[in-house]
């Protein structure tokens, strides 16, 4: 039988709470996988009845998720309750939404569930409890660490239109190209190659990476890091087997033709990567973790305070999350 997915609450006063209710209430018309939510069940009623949702939620261990998922919400308490209203965390919400991540870390490692799924958290918020890493990614390596060593986590960006991966992720545009190497983009190849075969049964992904510079640096006259960073990592890539081209002009890598010739598109920072799969897929582009020893995936937006508590979230990039990391843990040895 395949196990629950582990969702974790998320910013307790975000849509975190909102887009779960909505997804359980769509999992027979969607034919969602089962999950569970890590959190504090009285929380979740509070919001649903403040949204006007007539939902069941059950109190259950993960063990118990599958068979109650049909008639109600499972819910596993974390033991962190939540008290803040809409829009507006309060000091309770950092250890909420670290224990929630804690604990589906925990479970799926320990084989109660498939993969962890995260909604979204408010990092400022944390970063006021003392949370000393830069988001869910660079957390959630920490958690998987195994004898002091981290694995090195790699952002993509997933959608059936597009997938992408920055490079450098968290970074002021500056810091990124200094922080820009050959070995960088070799080591994040290697991964994703690594997890698009295991992970999405890929047998000979196809790569592309982007130029740092427009045009790809046109030959130096734009600037020389595609042709002393970039294109030596594709050299040295493709010398392991790898099908990767590059480096390519960002601005003619993105449209319908194009897209259609690669699986995965490296990018050598943030925005160049995210802004065109938030273009072509805003309301169902997934965030997966790649390099961790377990599956995660993510809705790609933030916690939208604005309109938490209203019942007008949209659940879509939750649903994709769900759906894709039940679709990756299938993949996995029994």
């Known amino acids: 039988m395949a196990k629950p997915l582990a969702l974790t609450s998320g910013e307790p006063a975000g849509i975190g709470p909102d887009i779960t209710l909505a997804a359980w209430l769509h999992r027979k018309q969607l034919k969602l996988p089962p999950f569970y ?10 919001r649903a009845k403040a949204i006007g949702l007539d939902i069941n939620t059950a109190a259950v261990r993960p063990a118990e998720a599958i068979t109650t998922f049909a008639d109600a919400l ?42 962890v799924v995260t909604n979204p958290i408010a990092k400022n918020i944390l970063y006021r409890a003392g949370f000393r890493h830069p988001g869910h990614t660079e ?38 190209i200094t922080q820009l190497s050959s070995d960088l983009i070799v080591a994040t190849a290697r991964i994703v190659v690594a997890d698009l075969k295991t992970r999405f ?28 960073i970039v294109a030596p990592a594709v050299e040295a890539l493709r010398g392991e087997g790898i099908n990767i081209r590059g480096p390519l002009p960002a601005d003619t890598m993105f449209h319908e033709a194009a897209r259609k010739t690669y699986d995965c598109a490296l990018c050598m920072y943030h925005d160049q990567a995210l802004i065109p799969v938030k273009t072509l897929a805003f309301d169902d582009a997934v965030n997966v973790t790649l390099g961790l020893p377990f599956i995660r995936t993510s809705p790609d937006h933030g916690t939208a305070f604005d309109i938490a508590g209203t019942g007008r979230a949209n659940p879509s990039s939750l649903i994709a999350a769900l759906r894709l990391a039940a679709r990756m843990a299938a993949t996995q040895p029994a």
């Open 37 to 46: 939510l890590l959190g504090d069940r009285e929380f979740l009623d509070r």
């Open 201 to 228: 049964g890929l047998v000979n992904p196809r790569l592309v990476a982007s130029g740092l510079n427009p045009h790809a640096g046109e030959d130096g006259s734009l600037g020389s890091e595609d042709q002393t």
């Open 74 to 115: 499972p819910v596993v308490d974390t033991g962190h309750h939540a008290t803040a209203e809409p829009g507006r965390p309060d000091s309770t919400s950092a250890d909420a939404a670290i224990a929630s991540i804690r604990r589906a870390v925990e479970d799926t490692a320990a084989g109660w569930a498939g993969a």
């Open 139 to 176: 957390f959630l390596a920490e958690l998987a660490a195994i004898k002091g060593r981290a694995p090195q986590p790699v952002m993509m960006l997933w959608s059936p239109a597009l997938a992408v991966v920055p490079v450098t992720i968290h970074l002021p545009l500056r810091e990124a």
